[in-house]
């Protein structure tokens, strides 16, 4: 898991023994679609070597929205925190490491440290 996210969330790393099982690594290829515009996003992807980029579809234009890389965050944030149809894509544009912690594990955390919603918050409003 990426060194600057454990850094950001003091909780997590005291205590990541107990909790790095909900933390999912990952190695995506080049163009890989980890989330499906219309399909509800079930994770938040920390970047910790490559690049990934959100996107839609506008009437058959494919619209790059922004591009993440190394130590960043990446969901459709809306789909992932109220559960409904994404408006947007989420590919790798290169070979990529990257964690995943789902819906069900952040809110595992949060229910056990509560302190680290705020951190969560700030890391959405870096993006």
Same mark, same amino acid.
Do not use: C, H, P
């Given at each position: 898991m990426s060194n600057n996210f454990l850094k950001e969330i003091p909780e997590i790393e005291e205590n990541w023994n107990q909790i790095k099982h909900l933390f999912i690594e990952k190695h995506v290829r080049s163009? $890989? $679609?980890?989330?499906?515009?219309?399909?509800?996003?079930? /994770? *938040? /992807?920390? *970047?910790?070597? +490559?690049?990934?980029?959100?996107?839609?579809?506008?009437? +058959?234009?494919? *619209? $790059?929205?922004?591009?993440? !890389?190394?130590g960043q965050v990446v969901s459709s944030f809306e789909s992932? /925190?109220?559960?409904?149809?994404?408006? !947007?894509? *989420?590919?790798?544009i290169e070979d990529s490491n990257i964690t995943l912690l789902s819906k069900e594990s952040l809110d595992l955390l949060i229910d056990k440290f509560p302190n680290i919603n705020k951190y969560i918050i700030d890391i959405i409003c870096k993006r």
């Open positions: 163009k $890989t $679609t980890l989330l499906s515009e219309g399909m509800v996003s079930k /994770y *938040i /992807y920390f *970047i910790n070597k +490559g690049a990934l980029r959100l996107w839609n579809n506008d009437d +058959g234009r494919d *619209i $790059t929205v922004q591009f993440f !890389f190394e992932f /925190y109220q559960g409904e149809n994404s408006q !947007f894509s *989420i590919e790798s």
